[in-house]
T-cell receptor, first 109, second 114 residues
Framework: GQQLNQSPQSMFIQEGEDVSMNCTSS?????WLWYKQDPGEGPVLLIA?????ELTSNGRLTAQFGITRKDSFLNISASIPSDVGIYFC?????????FGTGTSLTVIP | NAGVTQTPKFQVLKTGQSMTLQCAQD?????MYWYRQDPGMGLRLIYY???????DKGEVPNGYNVSRLNKREFSLRLESAAPSQTSVYFC?????????????FGSGTRLTVV
C-alpha cells in the first residue's frame, strides 16, 4: 500500500498557540483529506482538498494541497482544549484512500 | 442521527473463537469499508465493497472475510481469532457523490483476543 508519513507524531502545546502538521508521500495523490479522531470515536472529516495548491479553511483550521501533490499541511490557529485528539491525513490513490499514522495533539489549558 | 452504526462496541475473544462485526449505514452510500487501527500504524484497509454484490481485498485481508448483505450492511468475520487481530475496527462508507468526498466512519469496535 501507499505510505504516508505524518509529522510530528505528537504535540503538546499551550492553549492559544498555533499548530502546524504535515503529511508527505512518495506518490502523487489526487485528493487530500484531513480527519480528526476524538478518544473512543471514529475519525471525522475536517477538510477536503482536490487541486494542487488549493488552500481551504474550516473555522480555525486551514489546510493546503501541496504543489507537488505529494504533500499536504494542516494548521490550527489559536488552539483550544477541544482541539485535543488525533489528526489524520488521507490521500487518494486510485480508488482508495490511504491514511497517515496520525498526529496526537494535547492542548494544555 | 444518520450515519454508520457498528456493533458490538467492545468484544473479548479467546484465541480460536469466531465472531462477526456488524456495520450498517443509512445514508444510501454505495461503497463500504472495513479498517483496523493499531497504535503507530494508522488506519489500514482490510476489505471494501464498491457496490452491493462486490467485495475486494484491501491491504491486510488475511484472517478475515466479509459479506455485503445488502446496500446498507457490510459485515466482517473472524473465523479463528488470533492475538494479532487485537485492534480497533472501523467501518466506513462513502457517499453518492463518489469517494472523493471522503468517508463517514462508525465509532469503532474494540476487539481484544486473549
Amino acid at each position: 500500500g501507499q505510505q504516508l508519513n505524518q509529522s510530528p507524531q505528537s504535540m503538546f502545546i499551550q492553549e492559544g498557540e498555533d499548530v502546524s502538521m504535515n503529511c508527505t508521500s512518495s506518490s502523487i495523490f489526487n485528493t487530500w483529506l484531513w480527519y480528526k479522531q476524538d478518544p473512543g470515536e471514529g475519525p471525522v472529516l475536517l477538510i477536503a482538498l482536490y487541486k494542487a495548491g488549493e488552500l481551504t479553511s474550516n473555522g480555525r483550521l486551514t489546510a493546503q494541497f501541496g504543489i507537488t501533490r505529494k504533500d499536504s499541511f494542516l494548521n490550527i490557529s489559536a488552539s483550544i482544549p477541544s482541539d485535543v485528539g488525533i489528526y489524520f491525513c488521507a490521500g487518494r490513490y486510485g480508488n482508495q484512500f490511504y491514511f497517515g499514522t496520525g498526529t496526537s495533539l494535547t492542548v494544555i489549558p | 442521527n444518520a450515519g454508520v452504526t457498528q456493533t458490538p462496541k467492545f468484544q473479548v475473544l479467546k484465541t480460536g473463537q469466531s465472531m462477526t462485526l456488524q456495520c450498517a449505514q443509512d445514508m444510501n452510500h454505495n461503497s463500504m469499508y472495513w479498517y483496523r487501527q493499531d497504535p503507530g500504524m494508522g488506519l489500514r484497509l482490510i476489505y471494501y465493497s464498491a457496490s452491493e454484490g462486490t467485495t475486494d481485498k484491501g491491504e491486510v485481508p488475511n484472517g478475515y472475510n466479509v459479506s455485503r448483505l445488502n446496500k446498507r450492511e457490510f459485515s466482517l468475520r473472524l473465523e479463528s481469532a488470533a492475538p494479532s487481530q487485537t485492534s480497533v475496527y472501523f467501518c466506513a462508507s462513502s457517499g453518492s457523490g463518489g469517494i472523493n468526498y471522503g468517508y463517514t466512519f462508525g465509532s469503532g469496535t474494540r476487539l481484544t483476543v486473549v
